[in-house]
């Protein structure tokens, strides 16, 4: 097997060509060993050259809200009255800590998301 590290954009390039062409390969032979180890190398050359930032507070909730059909009432237990919660979604009150544990507890909002205010 003759793979070298992905250290270029055309290495890039060459490397996602070779994957499309072994899509149908199956596990446990040559080719799908081929395909195992680039998919790997693809997946830390795009983690290093395209890292995806997670999103701030109130795009984490309004997504999970969307996600899981929630609303604003379904938010009070954990963030209070309606009115906070509008003011939490429109961006004009920060989340407290313990709204922040809330969120992820109950919501299952990753802590990071939550923990990261726009500036």
């Known amino acids: 097997?003759?793979?070298k590290p992905i250290r270029t954009k055309a290495n890039y390039q060459a490397a996602l060509t070779d994957i499309e062409s072994l899509m149908a390969a199956k596990a446990n032979t040559?080719?799908?060993d081929r395909l195992d180890v680039l998919t790997t190398l693809v997946e830390?050359?795009?983690?290093?050259?395209?890292p995806m930032d997670l999103p701030d507070a109130v795009d984490a909730i309004k997504f999970r809200m969307e996600q899981s059909g929630l609303t604003v009432?379904?938010?009070?237990?954990?963030?209070?009255?309606?009115?906070?919660v509008y003011e939490?979604?429109?961006r004009k009150r920060p989340l407290t800590l313990r709204m922040i544990e809330g969120l992820h507890i109950k919501f299952g909002i990753p802590a990071e998301s939550l923990l990261k205010q726009r500036p």
């Open 1 to 3: 097997m003759d793979i």
């Open 30 to 32: 040559p080719e799908g």
């Open 44 to 50: 830390a050359y795009e983690r290093a050259h395209f």
């Open 73 to 84: 009432k379904d938010l009070e237990p954990v963030i209070g009255r309606k009115n906070r």
């Open 88 to 90: 939490v979604l429109s």
